[in-house]
């Protein structure tokens, strides 16, 4: 199956929009309203019904990811787990992780692999963790283990 290339290269700049010093410094706003109107493209497509594959959906599920609502963090997630199960897509392993945790930190809820973290005082910590995850899961899916 063909990529497709509309996603490839929304996934593309969504990457670009994240690597300091490729565009200047990452201004928050700017990136915002950039990552609104891939959410909106990746959104058509998905809703369009064309076939996408592993790779394709793995684009979908990272843009979605840089969302701002907790459906768009389910879909990630969902479409990750469909790369995974469907075609054992390793890229989605870490992704399905972080999208998981950001889904679940949207609800209120403790994360899972650690994957999240939110700034307090202008300090970054990691947001809080479900303590029944074990660091064997978290290395399923190439999360690296919680120092305790």
């Known amino acids: 199956m063909a990529e497709n290339k509309v996603l490839a290269m929304l996934f593309e700049q969504d990457q670009q929009d994240r690597?300091?010093?490729l565009n200047g410094p990452i201004i928050?706003?700017?990136v915002d309203k950039r990552d609104g109107l891939r959410l909106e493209e990746t959104y058509k497509i998905l809703n369009s019904g064309v076939a996408l594959s592993a790779k394709?959906?793995?684009h979908a599920a990272m843009i979605l990811q840089h969302g701002?609502?907790?459906?768009?963090?389910?879909?990630?997630?969902q479409l990750c787990e469909e790369c995974l199960m469907a075609a054992g897509f390793e890229p989605a392993r870490w992704l399905y992780a972080?999208?998981?945790?950001?889904?679940?930190?949207?609800?209120?809820?403790?994360?899972?692999?650690?994957?999240?973290?939110k700034?307090?005082?202008?300090?970054?910590t990691l947001w809080k963790i479900d303590p029944g995850t074990t660091d064997e899961e978290r290395a399923n899916y190439n999360v690296p283990p919680i120092s305790r």
């Open 28 to 30: 928050t706003s700017e």
């Open 98 to 117: 972080a999208s998981l945790d950001r889904y679940l930190g949207s609800q209120g809820k403790p994360q899972k692999f650690g994957t999240q973290f």
């Open 56 to 58: 394709d959906k793995y």
């Open 68 to 77: 701002d609502k907790s459906d768009d963090y389910r879909v990630a997630n």
């Open 19 to 21: 690597t300091p010093g």
């Open 119 to 124: 700034k307090v005082r202008n300090r970054w």
